[in-house]
């Protein structure tokens, strides 16, 4: 009941139709939930119809969209090729470096905890650390350069927010040898010095490509169908160096330079007859690891400059080498400048001028010469030009043009000053008169190739031009065998080889004027004369010692490397050694234990027999048809000597040498008291 006591229904009915209107209208499944219907439906088919286009008509379209905003390409790095010797010993090997990042945001732990679990595998720094502390997302680098095991452990300790990218970086099985030739790589793989710089597009190869996709939380992945682009590794390089007298060399100039106090030093062996540089060793005092002085460092060469002298006017039919030379007591006064000599004489014979090394002499013989024609013989033996060696900078040196000569000049030259040449110069110079007279361009690379061993560029040595004729270079190898036979390279001969060379000692230049007391001192020499394999050449700058004569300090060093690279299984010198016959003796006491590790000379011979050992590697076993004059030889026992008199007790018993490890004797193999046939190899370790 309502308040006038009727229903409602009622109510409606005795108001007539129009209510009843009015009811039907406010009724559930009226007008306005049809129109809601419709709406709905017509929204339904739009997103139907979209979701068709979507997944069928333009789904190949959308995916391509989808992929290309997921999916992005990381570089695979090459392998970066091989650093090798002449003889296949590895000196740079390739490695992988890892660069490390910490992404914050994705990180499992605190902060704090994942930089506790990484200072335990690396060593952050200050800078680093308070990077990744202010980071607020994204990458912040922490470390480079790590090794694979590195690598790995850290990966093992953060399972998020760790990212790595890789580099080809380098392992060099030898350490430090030849390093300053070699150079190294940049911590993004790449060459940065040296060889590795100059040679970078051969030893890179190619990066390769893989394809990856990124989830929403920005994590990288790969899946099945990812296309991935193989790198292609680097090429191998093989160098004309030989390790052995690679060490022989940096292990001598180090000993020389220590005991002379020099300020720095170069020692550079060679083969004449083709070029190729067996050995570059150089030190210096603060310089710089992007250069190689011997290429870049020019000096004055002082008395080693005689030889061309005399070479020039030999070939110019100008003088005769038993001619008779007034040097006037070793003291005569050109103009303004008095020319001195270290001693006295009154008459010299020309080839004495030059093993005497009389200033005097050779500038009274310069004046024979036409200034063209002394400017187009140093010209012709190199000097004044690049050498050509490639790949590396080097210095031209200093050769002024004849017209802008002083009146001094051709005396000055004469006796090497007004004049400058780099070491690796002046040993090409001396490889030309060891040459037959004819200049061979120094060579750093032997053979170029691929990863599969195929030789892409081989070594093909052509000559430069002849600068004398064989029989003047015969003549000048006379002189200079006389030099080291009595005259001032003396302290510079070797038992059983014949040796040609010239010193020199220099005044150096400070603030453009000589110094009275400072000086250069070097020996350049060839052997064996009679048919030369190697050049050698050995500077010290600014010694400190009372000696400072070339042939007080240059010539017993390069007398050292030599008797060294005699005894060293690795020495391409083609070298005459005596053998030991049954009534043999060799000068060593097993009882002087407490001096053992002088350097001891080893007895000569008597005349007679000599075998040149000219095997190669260490499994070579002497003459194929034994003489029997020869017998097998018993190894000492060399146990605590040093490495140096060692080697040289086994090369004059005929027999050749491999060493590892430190420079004193600790093991021996064969064992002493061994018996093995002539030219066998020891190893000392």
């Known amino acids: 009941m309502t308040r006038y006591g009727l229903h409602e229904p009622e109510k409606l009915a005795a108001r007539g139709p129009k209510a009843k209107r009015r009811l039907v209208s406010r009724s559930p499944g009226g007008p306005r939930h049809t129109v809601l219907a419709c709406a709905a439906t017509a929204i339904a088919l739009l997103y139907g119809g979209r979701l068709i286009e979507i997944q069928l008509l333009k789904g190949a379209e959308y995916k391509e969209i989808q992929l290309r905003q997921s999916n992005s390409w990381m570089d695979i ?67 480079a350069g790590l090794t694979d ?24 099985p030898r350490g430090g040898l030849a390093r300053q030739l070699i150079g190294h790589v940049g911590v993004e793989g790449e060459g940065a010095t040296g060889l590795e710089l100059a040679l970078n597009d051969e030893l890179a190869g190619a990066p390769g490509r893989a394809e990856y996709r990124r989830d929403g939380k920005n994590q990288r992945f790969l899946v099945p169908e990812s296309r991935v682009i193989e790198p292609r590794p680097g090429n191998d390089v093989i160098l004309t160096i030989d390790a052995g007298l690679q060490r022989i060399a940096e292990s001598e100039l180090a000993r020389a330079i220590e005991g002379t106090g020099a300020a720095a030093g170069d020692i550079v062996l060679l083969d004449p007859r083709t070029g190729e540089l067996l050995a570059i060793a150089s030190q210096r005092e603060g ?57 006295g004489y009154d008459i010299l014979p020309v080839h004495q001028v030059i093993s005497k090394s009389s200033n005097v002499g050779a500038v009274k013989l310069s004046r024979r010469l036409a200034r063209p024609v002394q400017h187009r013989y140093l010209r ?42 780099t070491s690796l110069q002046m040993a090409a110079a001396y490889g030309a008169l060891a040459n037959d007279g004819v200049l061979m361009p120094p060579a750093l690379i032997r053979e170029i190739r691929s990863p599969e061993g195929t030789i892409l560029r081989p070594f093909d040595p052509e000559p430069v031009r002849r600068v004398i004729s064989s029989e003047t270079a015969e003549l000048v190898k006379g002189v200079l065998e006389e030099v ?24 150096l230049a400070v603030n453009g004027v000589y110094a009275p007391d400072r000086h250069r001192a070097s020996f350049i020499g060839f052997a064996p004369s009679e048919d030369p394999t190697l050049v050698i050449l050995t500077r010290l700058e600014d010694p400190t010692t009372s000696a400072y004569y070339g042939g007080e300090i240059a010539a017993p060093a390069s007398r050292a490397t030599l008797e060294a690279a005699l005894a060293s299984r690795d020495a391409t010198l083609g070298r005459p050694v005596a053998l030991a016959g049954a009534a043999r003796q060799w000068n060593f006491d097993p009882d002087e234990a407490a001096t053992r590790n002088r350097v001891l000379r080893p007895r000569l011979p008597a005349p007679g027999t000599y075998f040149v050992l000219d095997g190669a590697g260490p499994g070579w076993q002497g003459p194929t048809s034994p003489d029997p004059q020869l017998p097998d030889i018993e190894v000492p026992d060399l146990q605590g000597l040093a490495l140096r008199p060692a080697a040289a007790l086994l090369h004059e018993l005929g027999l050749r040498v491999s060493w590892e490890g430190s420079t004193v004797v600790a093991e021996q193999e064969p064992a002493p008291g061994a018996t093995v046939p002539v030219g066998s190899v020891v190893i000392l370790r």
């Open 77 to 143: 790095p090459a392998v970066r090729g091989r650093i090798l010797d002449r003889n296949g010993e590895v000196l740079a090997a390739p490695d992988t470096r890892h660069a490390a990042y910490l992404a914050v945001n994705e990180l499992a732990v605190t902060r704090e905890e994942a930089l506790g679990l990484i200072s335990s595998v690396v060593t952050l720094t200050p800078a680093r650390r308070a990077a990744v502390e202010a980071s607020q997302g994204g990458w912040v680098r922490f470390a």
């Open 484 to 507: 080291v036979r009595e005259g001032t390279a003396r302290r510079a001969r070797l038992d059983g080889v014949t040796l040609a060379g010239k010193t020199g000692t220099a005044r």
């Open 287 to 343: 310089a710089a690891g992007d250069r190689i002085p011997v290429l870049t460092d020019p000096y004055e060469p002082g008395s080693t400059a005689k030889p061309f002298l005399l070479a020039s006017l030999l070939e110019e039919g100008l003088v005769d080498l038993e001619e008779e030379i007034d040097v006037h007591n070793g003291r005569m006064v050109q103009g303004s400048r008095t020319i001195t000599d270290v001693h």
């Open 380 to 421: 012709d033996f190199g000097f004044g030009m690049r050498t050509g060696v490639g790949h590396l900078a080097e210095s031209s040196g200093r050769l002024s043009g004849y017209r802008n000569w002083s009146a001094l000049s051709q005396a000055s030259l004469a006796m090497g000053y007004e004049m400058s040449a």
């Open 149 to 172: 095991e590195q690598h790995l452990e850290l990966k093992g300790l953060l399972t998020a927010g760790l990212h790595f990218e890789s580099a080809s970086a380098r392992a060099y």
